[in-house]
């Protein structure tokens, strides 16, 4: 069974950043592509970010490039997204899944982050 754990988010200000991971169990972390997702308050899930299997192609929605990034240590399966320069829109629960499960799930319990001043 799929079992995954979001942690690292919180209350940031604009400007700040914030260290996201995602311990992963259940399943071969390092057979699949895994992605961070969001859906921000009122608004649908969107995907973030893409990392292949081996960690070394990497994809990243527009808003985000440049400011985000995404790694993966399959030693440990963990996955973790890195993001500075954080904007108010970026404002929502971030979730981590297999690549092929972002729209459907499952996903792990969630991990809020908040920008405001």
């Known amino acids: 069974e799929v079992h995954l754990v979001e942690s690292g988010g919180g209350w940031v200000q604009p400007g700040g950043s914030l260290r996201l991971s995602c311990a992963a169990s259940?399943?071969?972390?390092?057979?699949?592509?895994m992605s961070w997702v969001r859906q921000a308050p009122g608004k649908g899930l969107e995907w973030v970010s893409v990392?292949?299997?081996?960690?070394?192609?990497?994809t990243y929605r527009e808003s985000v490039k440049g400011r985000f990034t995404i790694s993966r240590d399959n030693a440990k399966n963990t996955l973790y997204l890195q993001m500075k320069s954080l904007k108010p829109e970026d404002t929502a629960v971030y979730y981590c899944?297999?690549?092929?499960?972002?729209?459907?799930?499952?996903w792990g319990q969630g991990t809020q982050v908040t920008v405001s001043s």
């Open positions: 899944s297999k690549w092929t499960d972002w729209s459907t799930g499952p």
């Open positions: 259940g399943f071969s972390f390092s057979n699949h592509d």
């Open positions: 990392i292949n299997r081996y960690g070394g192609a990497t």
